[in-house]
């Protein structure tokens, strides 16, 4: 069965970190971008970073120098490290795997094949 399970996530004061995990059930998760998208109520949903196969990455100007993105292909994870949160932050954030577009980056959540169950971070200021 194909799915990407995150973990992480919560409750944080402003300038504080959070770190989310997701993890791929297929055994070519190498070869995919992977990306993290976040949509507040009442909005639509958002790119936030994505990672391509050989580690490339691209960032939403709103969190470039705040977040990073990583994976961990021996395990078939990846990551969004997330420092110096800001209120604006507070979202449902989603991890999605795009597995047609190897060496692209593609922002738009249209491109985006798999999705992950969600998880809610709320940074109180």
């Known amino acids: 069965q194909v799915q990407l399970v995150q973990s992480g996530g919560g409750l944080v004061q402003a300038g504080g970190s959070l770190r989310l995990s997701c993890a791929a059930s297929?055994?070519?998760?190498?070869?995919?971008?992977m990306g993290w998208f976040r949509q507040s109520p009442g909005k639509e949903r958002e790119f936030v970073a994505a990672?391509?196969?050989?580690?490339?990455?691209d960032y939403a100007e709103s969190v470039k120098g705040r977040f990073t993105i990583t994976r961990d292909n021996a395990k078939n994870t990846v990551f969004l490290q997330m420092d110096s949160m800001k209120p604006e932050d507070t979202a449902v954030y989603y991890c999605?795997?795009?597995?047609?577009?190897?060496?692209?980056?593609?922002?738009?959540?249209?491109?985006?094949?798999?999705w992950g169950q969600g998880t809610q971070v709320t940074v109180s200021s």
């Open positions: 999605a795997a795009d597995r047609s577009s190897i060496g692209l980056i593609r922002p738009t959540p249209g491109e985006y094949d798999y």
């Open positions: 297929w055994g070519t998760f190498s070869r995919d971008t």
């Open positions: 990672i391509d196969w050989i580690g490339r990455t």
